[in-house]
């Protein structure tokens, strides 16, 4: 009797199971909330950043895109089709329910592919990546370097300048490597969200090249990217949006929710990046503060060193906070609620693990040195 080769018969034995419920709308491990000692001058909006629709390789038109996101509670979501701003040219931004819908465009360079957002014409594509930063700059844009270090298509300028920012973590590169088969398995059998949560690691590499950067004195801001297709192979969900949308999400801090509200966090790094397939990472914090706790800056401010400053963090649920000052380990601390101490002036960013899994990223908050008469500098108290 002849046989089917060993591959497809097994793709084709689990294929059926690929429409199983195997996503929710629920985060798993909910935020224990406990109390704060501070609180954040600002409303947190938490959302996703570099999702592709059927404008290029995407699985879903933007409004099926947009209820996924709505079904989740996320404030904005941001739409990067491959070399087209398509969706904002046929009108697909605003409100879908409660989740705000942005367009910009992810444009392929000739070394590698750099995210475009707040921009309203088309940049050339394939031009050598410094031409692409100073292009999108020059139309008022903000740039985001992405998935610098995947194998297929990995930025090849690593010394670039006038980017806002990089992708420090990117779903694609985690997903993809490991085998399709393999992750088709444990999506089949695990469920998606349990085998999704398996591939998380930490970026050790893009973590490593952006303090780099910081440590040359640049302020680069730090997103998080699901980088979602709503990939399917061979009938096997391998990468849901509705998952990749609670992979990896970036939380931004700003006033009220609206287009040049989320730019303009994202242009400042008022924002941290959060695997709330870990656990909820809503409510987190990092901010500077005195020591009669008022509040003098959050994540992405630069202030004026002082011996009185202390920085502030606060977890939504007991995880292990890593402070790192100009990317070496300054403390670490397992609980809820820290204050450390500011040690001099530097670049500070916090690093969260739960039960061994990466969890919270920080943006940094940067402290100069001080002046030689800082007394009217309204950042010191």
Request: contains cysteine; aromatic residues 10%; charged residues 25%.
């Amino acid at each position: 009797m002849s046989r089917l080769p060993l591959l497809p018969a097994v793709l084709l034995a689990f294929s059926g199971c690929s429409t199983l419920p195997l996503e929710s709308s629920r985060i798993p491990h909910p935020s224990s909330r406990e109390s704060q000692a501070v609180q954040s001058p600002y409303r947190e909006a938490v959302g996703v950043v570099h999702v592709h629709s059927t404008y290029s390789d995407g699985r879903l038109p933007i409004e099926e895109i947009a209820g996924i996101a709505n079904a989740q509670q996320l404030d904005y979501l941001i739409i990067t089709d491959h070399d087209t701003l398509a969706g904002k040219f046929e009108k697909k931004e605003g409100w879908y329910g409660q989740t705000l819908v942005l367009v910009g465009n992810e444009i392929s360079t000739s070394g590698g592919h750099y995210l475009a957002l707040r921009i309203d014409t088309e940049i050339p594509r394939l031009k050598d990546p410094a031409w692409t930063i100073e292009a999108v700059s020059a139309a008022g844009g903000l740039g985001f370097v992405a998935h610098p270090f995947w194998p297929r298509r990995h930025w090849k300028n690593l010394d670039a300048r006038g980017m806002t920012g990089i992708e420090i973590y990117s779903a694609k590169e985690d997903v993809t490597e490991e085998p399709l088969l393999i992750l088709g398995f444990w999506t089949i059998l695990a469920g998606s969200e349990l085998s999704f949560s398996r591939w998380i690691d930490r970026p050790d590499q893009h973590l490593a090249y952006w303090d780099r950067l910081l440590n040359e004195g640049r302020k680069v801001v730090g997103i998080g990217s699901p980088d979602a297709h709503g990939l399917r192979r061979f009938g096997l969900r391998l990468g849901p949006y509705s998952t990749m949308f609670k992979m990896v999400r970036t939380h931004l801090l700003l006033n009220e929710i609206t287009e040049e509200a989320v730019y303009d966090a994202l242009a400042k790094g008022r924002c941290f990046v959060a695997h709330d397939l870990v656990a909820d990472a809503k409510g987190f914090q990092f901010l500077v503060a005195g020591k009669d706790k008022t509040i003098l800056g959050v994540m992405g401010d630069e202030l004026t060193w002082h011996p009185s400053l202390r920085l502030y963090a606060y977890l939504p649920s007991p995880g292990h906070a890593i402070l790192l000052k100009d990317g070496r380990l300054l403390f670490e601390r397992k609980g809820q609620q820290h204050w450390f101490e500011v040690d001099g002036p530097g670049v500070y960013r916090l690093e969260v693990t739960r039960k061994g899994k990466p969890w919270i990223y920080s943006n940094p908050i940067y402290v100069r040195p001080a002046s030689v008469d800082n007394s009217s500098d309204p950042m010191v108290k």
